[in-house]
Nanobody, 122 residues
Framework: QVQLVESGGGLVQPGGSLRLSCAASGFTLDGYTIGWFRQAPGREREGVSC????????YAADSVKGRFTVSRDNAKNTVYLQMNSLKPEDTAVYYC???????????????WGQGTQVTVSS
């Protein structure tokens, strides 16, 4: 059974940090691009960052550049999203997804996790 499971979300104060994990089961992440997306209430899903399965290149949305870092550990079949200097506008449900190419277009991705809530508030 193909499954992606996110973890690491929670409540954090502005300026704080969180690290999200995306663990795969039923298939190997090696070779897949892994994307991180988020969706806040009343807003469309948006791409946050992704890491290529072919060469490890990373991409980030302008809104998170310099603050969020995506990485992967193929030995653990896990991808991470390190989020620093968090802002209230980062509040959303965060999803990871596996797909064939590095893109911020969510429709391209084949497998999705269930999401983890990140709330940035004082």
């Amino acid at each position: 059974q193909v499954q992606l499971v996110e973890s690491g979300g929670g409540l954090v104060q502005p300026g704080g940090s969180l690290r999200l994990s995306c663990a795969a089961s039923g298939f190997t992440l090696d070779g897949y691009t892994i994307g991180w997306f988020r969706q806040a209430p009343g807003r469309e899903r948006e791409g946050v960052s992704c890491i290529s399965g072919s060469d490890g290149s990373t991409y980030a949305a302008d809104s998170v550049k310099g603050r969020f870092t995506v990485s992967r550990d193929n030995a653990k079949n896990t991808v991470y999203l390190q989020m620093n200097s968090l802002k209230p506008e980062d509040t959303a449900v965060y999803y990871c997804a596996a797909g064939p190419i590095p893109t911020m277009t969510w429709a391209v991705y084949d497998y999705w996790g269930q999401g983890t809530q990140v709330t940035v508030s004082s």
